[in-house]
């Protein structure tokens, strides 16, 4: 079984299956972008995301030859850098890391505004509100705009499970992006008076 | 909030000004130049199936058995024992009679260890 894969694409990942490592290049470029917008979201600090991306790089090119078009490219990569991720949530932080957390619990005032601006973003509160599978379930499916199938493939949970969790992960957000808009709104209230 | 403006929300919320700086992007592509050494080689497309490789295990072991030497099959009445006795005790007493009892051997080399250690004042 094939799935739909820009010809294009499937040139390069042939090259690259071949060891070109500028074919490789080409994948990397097209698809760091959206794989660390998804680690930096998923991850608990930003050191790991940036580990993680370049370990599922690293991995990717190491492992590309037993690639099979099965699924899309993305989804392939994408299970890897879940993988990845994942072993490295796993281990404990180093010193430097817990002062990054520390600091970042008293952020300046242009990390506040940055704070601000963010507080509200729906993949915030996903993030603060679902657990891991479930936030990268929707991430995967709204965002990276893979089929019900290929989430699936990537987080290792089968089809049915991946329906009820969307579903049920809608309702849970929709629930508190309303608390949140409800606790905005009487914050703002109590400061006008 | 209804389902569909959630659902337009989630597609188009995620930042698009996070980006990989080009310094990660070179981060990354020398780990992965470094590890081409270590890359796994191609495959070669095809894969031999359980059944097929249980034939190719059953036809070699049949082959070698062919091959093997015949053992010596073993005698279904086994013999008397009274006369294996019997032949074992003829030999035994034809055996020479000057020949060296091993114990008188051992005592003789005792001795010559004992004088040896008395002449280098060791006490046994």
Redesign the interface.
């Known amino acids: 079984m094939t799935v739909r894969q820009p010809e294009s694409e499937l040139i390069l990942i042939d090259r690259a299956q071949q060891g070109s490592v500028d074919a490789f290049e080409k994948l990397v470029f097209k698809y760091q972008d959206g794989l660390y917008r998804f680690l930096l979201a998923r991850a608990h600090n930003r050191a790991d995301a940036e580990d993680a991306l370049q370990e599922a790089f690293v991995a990717a090119y190491r492992y590309l030859p037993s690639y099979r078009p099965r699924y899309r490219f993305s989804t392939w990569l994408f299970t890897i850098a879940i993988r990845q991720l994942g072993r490295l949530s796993k281990r404990q932080p180093t010193p430097e890391e817990i002062s990054e957390t520390v600091s970042c619990e008293r952020p300046g005032p242009e990390q506040l505004g940055i704070q601000a601006e963010q507080e509200h973003s729906i993949w915030r509160t996903a993030r603060a509100t679902l657990g891991d599978a479930q936030f990268t379930a929707m991430w995967l499916f709204y965002v990276e705009d893979m089929t019900v199938a290929e989430v699936g493939a990537a987080i290792k949970r089968p089809v049915s499970w991946v329906k009820v969790n969307l579903m049920r992960s809608r309702q849970r957000l929709g629930r508190a992006l309303q608390l949140d808009n409800s606790e905005h709104s009487a914050t703002v209230t109590e400061v006008a008076l | ?1 209804n ?1 569909e403006s ?2 337009q ?3 188009s ?4 000004r ?3 700086s080009a310094r ?2 070179q ?3 020398r ?3 470094l ?2 050494a ?6 070669t497309g095809w894969t031999i199936p359980a059944w097929g490789a249980g034939m190719a295990a059953t036809a070699m072991a049949v082959f070698y058995m062919a091959q093997a030497p015949q053992l010596t099959p073993i005698p279904a009445v086994p013999e008397k024992t009274g006369s294996s006795w019997a032949a074992l005790e003829q030999k035994l007493a034809a055996l020479p009679q000057e020949a060296a009892i091993p114990e008188t051997e051992l005592e003789k080399e005792l001795e010559r260890l004992k004088s040896d250690l008395a002449r280098f004042g060791i006490k046994s």
């Open positions: 909030m389902k959630l659902q929300l989630l597609r919320a995620p930042d698009t996070v980006s990989v990660q992007h981060d990354i592509m780990e992965v130049r590890s081409n270590t890359r796994k080689q191609p495959s």
